[in-house]
């Protein structure tokens, strides 16, 4: 089934649906509301989000929802310029609702190219990637108004992303290029920064982390981005090296004092979990030399310390500072976290029983070898094991 056709399918399925504003006043006849004005006060309001402005994500919400309005409200003539036309584009890929959209694009209300884009937009808020990507990938972004450009360079990137990642992350640079300061370019870098880290591209994560923590650290998705970006970093082993792990932390190093602490210690917690020990050491000293003496923090700092020290020369300094951290400073599941490194490193120095050294003695060479990374193996499922049982005991709790 071709593009159109398949398009033509979900726009029947979506014109059942009821308008969010159903029973909004009409405008009046002859008099098409103003729609590319109503577009652009909408992105004034994203960028007051990307900035970090928390009343302005109801008032998108209610913008969108005067802007459904509008569209059930407007005669076909009103989407006859370019302006209008694009203005819809934006208005469907800032996930406005689509009811009062199908009509307009089913009767070829638009002029020729924005319906394309009008289509392909479509069809990527409704999921039908491979029709989305067809209709949207011809499109030379350059011939575009800026205001649009960065939206649909974005929409873009997504759909290319499992395709070819090194095409998506081109989209985003031109996002971030054409939309710079907005919420476009707020989300381009998150998403970019997320690739790069995938592709062991420290450099790069660095250099746009920064541009990140300098441009947007208010913003209302930087905490969750953070926290997400630390847990990446850790699980790839882009710090595991530690001239990667300077660039990363001197990256963070933009951000006010509490989110570059929260980020290193995240960062530490996930290197532990990960069994990426020399990030969890740099990355829980760096937080501890900027935690209050007594602090949960500095708790939680000393508790990621000791988890990688335990395998270290270090063991005996390990577990004395380990049994000197009180479990009231710490949340339910490092409280658990910390139990469960105590408990592996009392194991690690467990004398073996009789038995178990004629075994060991019978075995083949390569299995002292192999025993310590063996150990270590074991210590990390147990560590996974006991914060996810925590994380999903935690989720059960009223």
């Given at each position: 089934?071709?593009?159109?056709a398949?398009?033509?399918?979900?726009?029947?399925?979506i014109a059942?649906?009821?308008?969010?504003?159903a029973?909004?006043?009409?405008?009046?006849a002859?008099e098409?509301?103003n729609?590319?004005?109503?577009?652009?006060?909408?992105?004034?309001l994203?960028?007051?989000?990307?900035?970090?402005?928390?009343?302005?994500?109801?008032?998108?919400?209610?913008?969108?929802t005067?802007?459904?309005?509008a569209?059930?409200?407007?005669?076909?003539e009103t989407?006859?310029?370019?302006?209008?036309?694009?203005?819809?584009?934006?208005?469907?890929?800032?996930?406005?609702?689509?009811?009062p959209?199908?009509?307009?694009?089913?009767?070829?209300?638009l002029?020729?190219?924005e319906?394309a884009?009008?289509?392909?937009?479509?069809?990527?808020?409704t999921?039908?990637?491979?029709?989305?990507?067809?209709?949207?990938?011809?499109?030379?972004?350059?011939?575009?108004?800026?205001?649009?450009a960065?939206?649909v360079?974005?929409?873009?990137s997504v759909?290319?992303?499992?395709?070819?990642?090194?095409?998506?992350?081109?989209d985003?640079?031109?996002?971030?290029?054409?939309?710079?300061?907005g919420l476009?370019?707020?989300?381009a870098?998150?998403?970019?920064?997320?690739?790069?880290?995938?592709?062991?591209?420290?450099?790069?994560?660095?250099?746009?982390?920064?541009?990140?923590?300098?441009?947007?650290?208010?913003?209302l998705?930087?905490?969750?981005?953070?926290?997400?970006?630390a847990?990446?970093?850790?699980?790839?082993?882009?710090?595991?090296?530690?001239?990667?792990?300077?660039?990363?932390?001197?990256?963070?190093?933009r951000?006010?004092?509490?989110?570059?602490?929260?980020?290193?210690?995240?960062?530490?917690?996930?290197?532990a979990l990960n069994?990426?020990?020399?990030?969890?050491?740099a990355?829980?000293?760096?937080?501890?030399?900027?935690?209050?003496?007594g602090?949960?923090?500095?708790?939680?700092?000393?508790?990621?310390l000791?988890?990688?020290?335990?395998?270290?020369?270090?063991y005996?300094?390990?577990?004395?500072?380990?049994?000197?951290?009180a479990?009231?400073?710490?949340?339910?599941?490092?409280?658990?976290?910390?139990?469960?490194v105590?408990?592996?490193?009392?194991q690690?120095?467990?004398a073996?029983?009789a038995?178990?050294?004629?075994?060991?003695?019978?075995?083949?060479?390569?299995?002292?070898k192999?025993?310590?990374?063996?150990?270590?193996?074991?210590?990390?499922?147990?560590?996974?094991?006991?914060?996810?049982?925590?994380?999903?005991?935690?989720?059960?709790?009223?």
């Open positions: 089934m071709r593009p159109l398949r398009l033509a399918v979900a726009l029947a399925v059942l649906q009821p308008s969010s504003r029973g909004a006043e009409p405008h009046a002859g098409p509301p729609f590319s004005a109503m577009s652009d006060d909408l992105q004034r994203q960028t007051r989000i990307a900035e970090g402005d928390r009343s302005a994500y109801p008032a998108e919400v209610a913008e969108l005067a802007m459904a309005a569209i059930a409200a407007a005669p076909p989407w006859a310029g370019k302006r209008e036309a694009g203005s819809l584009v934006i208005y469907m890929l800032s996930r406005g609702a689509l009811a959209v199908v009509p307009v694009v089913k009767e070829d209300s002029p020729v190219p319906r884009l009008a289509r392909g937009a479509l069809a990527y808020v999921n039908h990637e491979a029709d989305a990507l067809e209709l949207l990938a011809p499109v030379d972004l350059s011939t575009l108004d800026v205001r649009l960065g939206p360079a974005f929409a873009r759909l290319k992303t499992r395709r070819d990642s090194k095409a998506a992350v081109a985003l640079d031109w996002a971030r290029l054409v939309a710079p300061g476009v370019e707020e989300a870098l998150r998403r970019e920064i997320a690739l790069l880290a995938e592709a062991h591209d420290a450099p790069r994560v660095a250099l746009l982390t920064r541009q990140y923590a300098t441009r947007f650290p208010a913003s998705y930087a905490p969750d981005f953070f926290h997400d970006l847990r990446r970093i850790a699980s790839t082993g882009l710090a595991d090296d530690p001239v990667n792990y300077r660039l990363l932390s001197d990256a963070a190093a951000l006010p004092a509490d989110g570059r602490r929260d980020f290193v210690l995240t960062l530490a917690r996930a290197a069994g990426r020990f020399d990030a969890a050491e990355a829980a000293g760096e937080a501890l030399q900027h935690s209050a003496a602090s949960a923090d500095e708790a939680r700092g000393r508790l990621y000791g988890a990688g020290r335990i395998f270290s020369d270090a005996d300094a390990a577990v004395a500072d380990l049994q000197g951290i479990s009231a400073k710490l949340d339910r599941s490092d409280a658990a976290l910390l139990a469960a105590r408990n592996v490193a009392v690690l120095r467990a073996p029983a038995a178990s050294v004629v075994s060991q003695a019978a075995a083949s060479g390569d299995a002292s192999d025993g310590e990374a063996a150990t270590i193996t074991k210590v990390e499922d147990a560590l996974r094991r006991t914060d996810s049982l925590v994380a999903a005991d935690g989720s059960r709790a009223p």
